[in-house]
Nanobody, 111 residues
């Protein structure tokens, strides 16, 4: 059974940081590129970042470039999203994706 379990979300003040994790099971993790995607309240899905299976290539949406960093640990079957300089507009449910979806983790940026 494929499972993607996101964690690390929460309430943070503007300018703060969070580190999201996505633990994967049920497929050969290192063979799959991973993405982070978010959905803000009342809005559609927004792609944020991509990392290839080996962790050598990464890409970012302009909205998060320079603030967010994607990484992965293939030994732990986990992908991460380090988020810095958070803004209220970063408030959303964050999902990892590899053709499969997790349940998401809520990030709320508010003072």
């Amino acid at each position: 059974e494929v499972q993607l379990v996101e964690s690390g979300g929460g309430l943070v003040q503007p300018g703060g940081s969070l580190r999201l994790s996505c633990a994967v099971s049920g497929f050969t993790f290192s063979n799959y590129a991973m993405n982070w995607v978010r959905q803000a309240p009342g809005k559609g899905l927004e792609w944020l970042s991509y990392i290839d299976g080996g962790g050598y290539s990464t890409y970012y949406a302009d909205s998060v470039k320079g603030r967010f960093t994607i990484s992965r640990d293939n030994a732990k079957n986990t992908v991460y999203l380090e988020m810095n300089s958070l803004k209220p507009e970063d408030t959303a449910v964050y999902y990892c994706n590899a053709g499969y979806w997790g349940q998401g983790t809520q990030v709320t940026v508010s003072s």
